[in-house]
């Protein structure tokens, strides 16, 4: 049988303030109809549904859709759906009964007994084909909190690691009871792993920091596949087959334009994994960076602006490529934006993010020899100081001007008070 792995989706994400509603949208079509070209029989999403615990009502709206079309066109094709760390789990959770008449379970977060106890049996999910016929069972584990984590003698790990392989333990094991003869053992996990590599600027670190990241036997060997969520850069873990992100569909920042976007069709033969195939998501938005990395001058950057492919009037605005710009100053440039804007005017790319370097001693104020006691400041000298740790030379006379006139100004507002 098949398996789809899919994870952070981040519906309702804004890309420094553009929202990305075309590209998911793009995205959740094309992954209908995979489903139907590589004859998927299950599909597991591992976490980060959504970009946030309060997502927009789009979001949701683009999530349910995705569910209902996936029942139509595909009805014996049944889901599991766990929380990650961006999405709330109660909110993931209250449509589930609803979801189930769509064939999707829906985990948002850890089930509690009434005495407080892990309820496991709500973690396993028949893992069914295309005729429902149960060929394995689904440990299907959501993101864990601190506060999920049951306590006691760690055996030598990190408390928070040795709580993380209780709840698997439990799960495990209570899918080994359930598990069909020759059937799959398969988990899933919204979490950090040893050994993996993260993007900086879009995933938060998740138990504490990456102090508390999971080693690999987290997952026991008989285990046939974990499908994992979290890392936006698709990657095995330890160098095994078996388990993996499959990594976020489209680019969550700039820095991940280079990042390999792919869902993972997972192959199985009864308990052994046949193997994986990396299935890339097409690049519905492209991303520029100018320059790919560093800073240009000014004038280099604008020249390589105006050298940008022209707008194509047939390209829908949405589908317009996303433009981050990085020029270094070595003086203010209160008209760099205008300036880059009439650079682009009539060109392809969106600008959406425009990074400056400025050029300076980089010294602290207090590093500065001389310089007075608080009692003893002048504000001439401390912002001339301040002006001198961005850029070279002096202090323009305009822009002393216009400091001295706004030093006169509150110290005039404070005489009046």
Same mark, same amino acid.
């Given at each position: 049988?098949?398996?789809?792995?899919?994870?952070?989706?981040?519906?309702?994400?804004?890309?420094?303030?553009?929202? /990305?509603?075309?590209?998911?949208?793009?995205?959740?079509?094309?992954?209908?109809?995979?489903?139907?070209?590589?004859? $998927?029989?299950?599909?597991?999403?591992? &976490? %980060?549904?959504?970009?946030?615990?309060?997502?927009?009502?789009?979001?949701?709206?683009?999530?349910?859709?995705?569910?209902?079309?996936?029942?139509?066109?595909?009805?014996?094709?049944?889901?599991?759906?766990?929380?990650?760390? #961006?999405?709330?789990?109660?909110?993931?959770?209250?449509?589930?009964?609803?979801?189930?008449?769509?064939?999707?379970?829906?985990? &948002?977060? =850890?089930?509690?007994?009434?005495?407080?106890?892990?309820?496991? #049996? /709500? =973690?396993?999910?028949?893992?069914?084909?295309?005729?429902?016929?149960?060929?394995?069972?689904?440990?299907?584990?959501?993101?864990? /909190?601190?506060?999920?984590?049951?306590?006691?003698?760690?055996?030598?790990?990190?408390?928070?690691?040795?709580?993380?392989?209780?709840?698997?333990?439990?799960?495990?094991?209570?899918? /080994?009871?359930?598990?069909?003869? %020759?059937?799959?053992?398969?988990?899933?996990?919204?979490?950090?792993?040893?050994?993996?590599?993260?993007?900086?600027?879009?995933?938060?670190?998740?138990? !504490?920091?990456?102090?508390?990241?999971?080693?690999?036997?987290?997952?026991?060997? %008989? $285990?046939?596949?974990?499908?994992?969520?979290?890392?936006?850069?698709?990657?095995?873990?330890?160098?095994?087959?078996?388990?993996?992100?499959?990594?976020?569909?489209?680019?969550?920042?700039?820095?991940?334009?280079?990042?390999?976007?792919?869902?993972?069709?997972?192959?199985?033969?009864?308990?052994?994994? *046949?193997?994986?195939?990396?299935?890339?998501?097409?690049?519905?938005?492209?991303?520029?960076?100018?320059?790919?990395?560093?800073?240009?001058?000014?004038e280099e950057a604008l020249e390589r602006l105006r050298g940008l492919a022209a707008a194509d009037p047939a390209v829908p605005e949405g589908r317009r490529p996303w433009l981050e710009v990085k020029v270094r100053l070595a003086a203010p440039e209160p008209a760099l934006r205008r300036r880059v804007e009439e650079a682009l005017a009539g060109r392809a790319p969106r600008l959406v993010r425009l990074a400056v370097e400025l050029a300076g001693t980089g010294r602290a104020l207090g590093d500065v020899? !001389?310089?007075?006691?608080? #009692?003893?400041?002048?504000?001439?000298?401390?912002?001339?100081?301040?002006?001198?740790?961005?850029?070279?030379?002096?202090?323009?006379?305009?822009?002393?001007?216009?400091?001295?006139?706004?030093?006169?100004?509150?110290?005039?507002?404070?005489?009046? *008070?």
């Amino acid at each position: 049988m098949r398996i789809l792995h899919t994870s952070d989706w981040h519906l309702g994400h804004t890309l420094h303030d553009f929202p /990305r509603e075309e590209e998911h949208r793009l995205f959740l079509d094309w992954l209908l109809e995979l489903v139907g070209e590589r004859d $998927v029989d299950f599909l597991i999403v591992a &976490g %980060d549904v959504f970009d946030t615990a309060n997502p927009p009502a789009t979001a949701q709206r683009a999530f349910f859709r995705f569910a209902a079309e996936l029942h139509r066109r595909h009805p014996g094709v049944r889901s599991v759906v766990v929380g990650g760390n #961006h999405d709330s789990a109660a909110r993931l959770d209250a449509p589930s009964e609803v979801l189930l008449g769509c064939g999707v379970s829906v985990v &948002g977060g =850890l089930p509690r007994l009434p005495g407080g106890g892990i309820d496991v #049996h /709500r =973690l396993l999910v028949p893992l069914t084909d295309r005729g429902g016929r149960e060929r394995g069972v689904v440990a299907a584990v959501p993101f864990l /909190r601190a506060a999920d984590l049951p306590s006691g003698p760690d055996g030598g790990d990190d408390p928070l690691v040795s709580g993380v392989r209780r709840v698997y333990g439990q799960a495990l094991d209570a899918a /080994r009871a359930r598990m069909p003869r %020759d059937g799959a053992l398969v988990a899933t996990g919204h979490c950090y792993m040893v050994g993996t590599t993260v993007s900086e600027l879009s995933e938060r670190r998740v138990l !504490g920091g990456n102090q508390h990241a999971l080693p690999a036997d987290v997952f026991p060997g %008989d $285990v046939t596949y974990a499908a994992l969520g979290h890392l936006h850069l698709a990657q095995r873990v330890g160098g095994r087959e078996a388990v993996r992100y499959s990594g976020s569909p489209i680019p969550l920042a700039l820095d991940e334009a280079d990042y390999p976007h792919q869902v993972c069709v997972v192959e199985l033969d009864g308990p052994r994994l *046949a193997g994986v195939e990396a299935v890339a998501v097409p690049r519905a938005v492209d991303i520029v960076r100018v320059p790919g990395r560093g800073h240009l001058p000014v004038e280099e950057a604008l020249e390589r602006l105006r050298g940008l492919a022209a707008a194509d009037p047939a390209v829908p605005e949405g589908r317009r490529p996303w433009l981050e710009v990085k020029v270094r100053l070595a003086a203010p440039e209160p008209a760099l934006r205008r300036r880059v804007e009439e650079a682009l005017a009539g060109r392809a790319p969106r600008l959406v993010r425009l990074a400056v370097e400025l050029a300076g001693t980089g010294r602290a104020l207090g590093d500065v020899a !001389g310089l007075a006691g608080l #009692h003893g400041l002048d504000p001439a000298r401390v912002f001339a100081l301040r002006y001198a740790r961005s850029h070279p030379g002096e202090p323009p006379a305009e822009l002393m001007a216009a400091f001295h006139e706004l030093v006169e100004a509150v110290q005039a507002g404070a005489g009046g *008070a």
